[in-house]
């Protein structure tokens, strides 16, 4: 059994991401989540205007309502929204998603310091419902999306500690290079290489802050525990009860992400236990999202 923490889809593909390639259809998703093998998803909306188009809360949860044995909503609000300031009625609107049933927000990734008063504004709303919030992060303010932090994460320990109620779902290249030591500040915006030879940031912060959970999707997840298969393994091992399976499958015609074929590899070279495996791939979200199973 597979969950998948992190997806994306749209009823109209349009336009795409960036213009030049497109989403899949709810459809389209289910066909590759049969080859895959995955049962359950966490349907992520895209808001915010660096990734264009902006998408509806509504359209998520036409589309789970629609296929309500696969998909699971979340929310989401960009922090620039309604009144541009930190005084935006956030909690009204989270009021609202909740009742109808969306179980997180995110993909927050607005290009903006993470500790920026806006973003606090709309964390403060979260951590008032105890909603889970997954996030993309970016190396650099401008030329592209996610939230900015600098090198060590200083704005994310900020977080960490001032919404303590927040299970904040990490994700992206500069979020999980940061398992190691960074020999290289620019590698953030990538996909380090080799082995870990120091810990690095990301660790070390879900060992002092339980708030702290991983999504393991797309390249960056996988690069993470790939890069050095023991490391990796002793990492699931370590925080196997924070840990979450997930693809982030964006363009219909991306291969089939390789992060499920590693966790299996892992388990049957009993690198990894049965237990860890399983917590991982489907019973670590089920706890997180109050699922019935």
């Not at 390789?258 to 299996?264: D, E, G, H, S, Y």
């Amino acid at each position: 059994m597979l969950i998948d923490i992190h997806a994306h889809a749209r009823q109209f593909p349009g336009s795409g991401r960036f213009v030049y390639d497109n989403f899949s259809s709810p459809e389209q998703l289910l066909e590759r989540y049969k080859k895959i093998g995955i049962t359950k998803a966490v349907l992520l909306p895209i808001v915010n205007p660096e990734v264009y188009e902006p998408q509806s809360n509504g359209e998520i949860l036409d589309i789970c309502r629609k296929y309500s044995d696969t998909f699971i909503p979340f929310c989401n609000i960009d922090p620039r929204a309604m009144t541009n300031s930190p005084a935006a009625p956030f909690r009204e609107l989270l009021a609202f998603y909740v009742e109808q049933g969306y179980k997180g927000l995110g993909e927050m990734m607005p290009n903006l310091p993470l500790n920026d008063p806006l973003i606090d504004n709309l964390l403060s709303a979260c951590n008032e419902f105890r909603l889970p919030v997954t996030f993309d992060m970016a190396a650099s303010i401008g030329g592209r999306y996610g939230v900015y932090d600098e090198p060590g994460l200083p704005m994310l320990e900020r977080a960490l500690d001032r919404f303590p109620d927040i299970t904040f779902l990490g994700h992206s290249p500069p979020f999980w290079a940061e398992i190691a030591a960074l020999d290289d500040v620019a590698s953030r915006a990538g996909y380090p290489k080799g082995p870990v030879r120091k810990e690095g940031r990301v660790p070390e912060l879900m060992r002092k802050y339980p708030n702290l959970h991983g999504d393991l999707s797309a390249g960056s997840g996988y690069n993470a525990i790939s890069r050095d298969p023991d490391y990796g393994a002793a990492f699931l091992e370590e925080f196997q009860d924070r840990l979450y399976y997930g693809t982030d499958i964006c363009d219909p015609k991306a291969p089939e992400p390789p992060l499920a074929q590693l966790l299996v590899k892992m388990r049957d070279e009993k690198k990894i236990s049965p237990d860890c495996y399983e917590k991982i791939t489907w019973k670590n979200a089920v706890r997180l999202l109050g699922l019935k199973v």
